[in-house]
T-cell receptor, first 118, second 113 residues
Framework: GAVVSQHPSWVICKSGTSVKIECRSL??????MFWYRQFPKQSLMLMAT?????????EQGVEKDKFLINHASLTLSTLTVTSAHPEDSSFYIC??????????????FGPGTRLTVL | GENVEQHPSTLSVQEGDSAVIKCTYS??????FPWYKQELGKGPQLIID?????GEKKDQRIAVTLNKTAKHFSLHITETQPEDSAVYFC????????????FGSGTRLQVQP
């Protein structure tokens, strides 16, 4: 149990286009999902916290208008990178925390999405 | 906010030896400490976690110890195997507010066969 999926696993796009990444909790409900960005050989940096039915909370330095987050249901959160530029190229990873039925501290991570902006 | 420091950044051991990775945290309100293993190109996988009301937890070859007074916690892997080679991250969070994880900088473990 506690499986989190991401789609797509990788995407290549042209500069200026928008890219949507989906994060789904497959076998549990998640009131809270988190979005991270990871550059090569670095740690995970939290971008935003997404709560079902409410606005996301962004970390300092993360542009909310550039990284649009929608958490429409207890099993789905989406991250849209708008007007992507080469510097947005990174590994984007989501995680989900259970709403109930087990440890609500534990975050389960998705497999990540490799974004390359040309 | 919370700050988590992790050492060493790289660790090379011979197969069968033990490996120890150490982390310190700054926020005394933190009470949940997970460890994740990340293989190349994949998302982090939870391998063990500990809460502040416990001093030690073990799961087969993996153990974690926590010293709340000193604000540090450690990962111990015994009888290492080549498949243990990966990047390991420690993290900390509290059960208040957003309950977001703050990650350490990671340790690249290489187990030599």
């Amino acid at each position: 149990g506690a499986v989190v999926s991401q789609h797509p696993s990788w995407v290549i796009c042209k500069s200026g286009t928008s890219v949507k990444i989906e994060c789904r909790s497959l076998d549990f409900q998640a009131t809270t999902m988190f979005w991270y960005r990871q550059f090569p050989k670095q740690s995970l940096m939290l971008m935003a916290t997404s709560n079902e039915g409410s606005k996301a909370t962004y970390e300092q330095g993360v542009e909310k208008d550039k990284f649009l987050i929608n958490h429409a249901s207890l099993t789905l959160s989406t991250l849209t990178v708008t007007s992507a530029h080469p510097e947005d190229s990174s590994f984007y990873i989501c995680s989900a925390r259970r709403a109930s039925g087990g440890s609500t501290d534990t975050q389960y991570f998705g497999p990540g999405t490799r974004l390359t902006v040309l | 906010g919370e700050n988590v420091e992790q050492h060493p950044s790289t660790l090379s051991v011979q197969e069968g030896d033990s490996a120890v990775i150490k982390c310190t945290y700054s926020d005394s309100a933190s009470n949940y400490f997970p460890w994740y293993k990340q293989e190349l190109g994949k998302g982090p996988q939870l391998i063990i976690d500990i809460r502040s009301n416990v001093g030690e937890k073990k799961d087969q070859r993996i153990a974690v110890t926590l010293n709340k007074t000193a604000k540090h916690f450690s990962l111990h892997i015994t009888e290492t195997q080549p498949e243990d080679s990966a990047v390991y991250f420690c993290a900390a969070s509290s059960d208040t507010g957003r309950r977001a994880l703050t990650f350490g900088s990671g340790t690249r473990l290489q187990v030599q066969p």
